[in-house]
C-alpha cells in the first residue's frame, strides 16, 4: 500500500531577529549560487534548535533530515518537548510555510487546525466562515450544505452562528474551527495542541471524532499533543521529535515511554543546579523503604524538603505529587503556612513529609513539586519527573503481606514537620 504522506529529508532554517535572509548582501549571494546552478551558500551554516543556549550563529534549523511516511487510514502521534520543531513540521505539511530542503509527496486534501482560529476570516461570521473553508478545500457549495447541519451541531455555537468570528471566544473558536476541519471532506486532518483550549467535555469528543474519522472513514491523522494520555489512547504510532530531528519512531507506547524517561531524573536526590531563583528548592530527599529506588507496597516513606528564601513569605504552601510514568497523579500532600509556620523569615527551612503507610500499585513513580504563596499567589518553582522510584507489591524475606486487588492508589495520611536550619549557609543571591 502506498503511502498518503511522504516526507524525505525535510530540513527548515530560520535566520534568527529576521525576516528573510535579512541582508541586500546574503540575498545577491543566494541569487548569483542559484542562477549558476549551486546550492544555497548558507545551507550547511547553522546551529542546533537549543532554545536554552546562546548560539554563535545567526541561523538556527528548527528541523533537520526528517523522514517518514504515512498510510492512509493512520493515526500519527508528535511528541516532543516545546521547540522541538512540531509546529514547524506541522506548517510545512499544511504548506503554510515551505521547507528549505526536502521534499513531500502528499495524496490528498489536508485540513489543519494549528492555532486558535486558523483559516477564519475574523470579520465574517460562523456561517461564512465553514462556506469559505469549504471553498479553500475545494469543495463545492452543495457539499458543504450537506455538512452544515452536523459542524454546528458538533460546535455546538449554533446561537452565534451568525454572529462575526472575533467576537467569539478562543473556546468557541476552537469548537468551530476543529468541528469544520473534522467535518469536511478532507482526507488528511492535522490537529495541533490547540485542543487545550477546550473544555475537558469537548476534547473528549474531539478525540472521539478523530479515533472515528480515522478507523470509520479511513482519514488520515496527524496528531500533536503534550499529553500523552490522549496521544497513547488515539494514535498507534508516534514520530519523538528533539532539537529539530527525529530521536526515534514507532509504535506510540515504545516511543511514549522513551519521551518520558528522557525527561525523567535519576536518583533520590534532588539539588538544585543554581541560584538563580528566589525563593527556591534548595534540596529534595526521598527515603524508600528499600534500597536501590524501591518502596514497598504499605511502607513507610519520608520526603525531606529544603527551602531557602531571602525574604519573608507571606502565606507559603510548598505540595508534593507522585505520577506515573504517564505523568497521572495518584497522591498529592501539601503543608501550608497557616498549618505550621515555616518560611515567615528569611532563610533555609527543613520539611519533612512522613507517609506511614504508602500504598501504591506496583510500577514507577516521580515527585512533582510546587512551592508557591497560597492560593492564587506568586508560583516560585515547579519541580517535575524528579526522585524516581519503584513500588513493589511484596517482600519475599517478610511473612506478611496484605493486597489489594482492586485499586492502584489510596488517599494517605501524612505528618508534616518543619525546622528552621540556624547554621546553613547561605549563598548570596545573585539576580540574573
Not at 249 to 269: H, M, N, P, Q, V
Request: proline letters at 3%.
Amino acid at each position: 500500500m502506498s503511502a498518503i504522506i511522504q516526507v524525505t529529508n525535510i530540513s527548515k532554517q530560520y535566520r534568527l531577529g529576521q525576516v528573510g535572509t535579512g541582508t541586500i548582501s546574503h540575498d545577491l549571494n543566494r541569487w548569483w549560487h542559484r542562477v549558476r546552478g549551486k546550492e544555497d551558500p548558507y545551507i550547511k551554516i547553522g546551529e542546533e534548535n537549543d532554545r536554552s543556549k546562546k548560539g554563535e550563529s545567526d541561523y538556527a534549523w528548527a528541523l533537520r533530515d526528517i523522514n517518514f511516511e504515512v498510510q492512509q487510514g493512520e493515526v500519527l502521534g508528535i511528541i516532543g518537548r516545546n521547540g522541538a520543531g512540531k509546529s514547524t513540521l506541522l506548517k510545512i505539511l499544511s504548506r503554510t510555510t515551505s521547507p528549505t530542503t526536502g521534499q513531500i509527496n502528499i495524496k490528498g486534501r489536508v485540513a489543519s487546525l494549528l492555532e486558535v482560529g486558523t483559516g477564519f476570516h475574523p470579520e465574517l461570521t460562523g456561517r461564512e466562515n465553514i462556506f469559505l473553508n469549504g471553498a479553500i478545500l475545494g469543495m463545492t457549495k452543495q457539499e458543504i450544505k450537506r455538512k452544515f447541519d452536523e459542524i454546528v451541531d458538533f460546535a455546538g455555537v449554533e446561537r452565534y452562528i451568525d454572529t462575526p468570528v472575533k467576537r467569539y471566544s478562543s473556546g468557541m473558536y476552537v469548537r468551530l474551527a476543529f468541528a469544520v476541519s473534522a467535518n469536511l471532506e478532507s482526507e488528511i486532518l492535522i490537529v495541533d495542541e490547540v485542543l487545550a483550549v477546550g473544555d475537558t467535555e469537548f476534547q473528549k469528543k474531539c478525540l472521539g471524532k478523530m479515533n472515528d474519522v480515522s478507523k470509520g472513514e479511513g482519514r488520515t491523522v496527524l496528531f500533536v499533543s503534550h499529553d500523552m494520555q490522549a496521544v497513547s489512547t488515539l494514535t498507534t504510532k508516534a514520530i519523538f521529535l528533539n532539537q529539530g530531528v527525529i530521536v526515534k519512531s514507532g509504535y506510540t507506547r515504545e516511543i511514549i515511554k522513551l519521551y518520558i524517561d528522557s525527561k525523567k531524573a535519576t536518583g533520590l536526590e534532588y539539588v538544585a543546579d543554581g541560584l538563580n531563583k528566589d525563593p527556591h528548592v534548595s534540596k529534595i530527599n526521598l527515603e524508600t523503604s528499600l534500597p536501590n529506588n524501591h518502596q514497598l507496597n504499605g511502607d513507610k516513606m519520608q520526603v525531606i524538603v529544603t527551602l531557602t528564601s531571602h525574604f519573608p513569605i507571606k502565606g507559603a504552601c510548598f505540595s508534593i505529587q507522585f505520577v506515573d510514568s504517564k505523568e497521572r497523579n495518584f497522591s498529592h500532600f501539601w503543608i501550608f503556612d497557616k498549618e505550621i509556620e515555616y518560611c515567615r523569615e528569611s532563610g533555609t527551612y527543613q520539611l519533612t513529609c512522613s507517609i506511614p503507610a504508602l500504598r501504591l500499585y506496583m510500577g514507577k513513580y516521580y515527585l512533582k513539586c510546587y512551592f508557591s504563596e497560597g492560593p492564587g499567589g506568586r508560583v516560585f518553582e515547579v519541580l517535575e519527573n524528579i526522585c524516581p522510584f519503584e513500588v513493589k507489591m511484596y517482600d519475599s524475606t517478610r511473612e506478611e503481606f496484605q493486597w489489594y486487588p482492586e485499586a492502584c492508589a489510596y488517599i494517605e495520611e501524612s505528618k508534616w514537620d518543619v525546622k528552621k536550619l540556624e547554621h546553613a549557609n547561605i549563598e548570596p543571591f545573585q539576580k540574573k
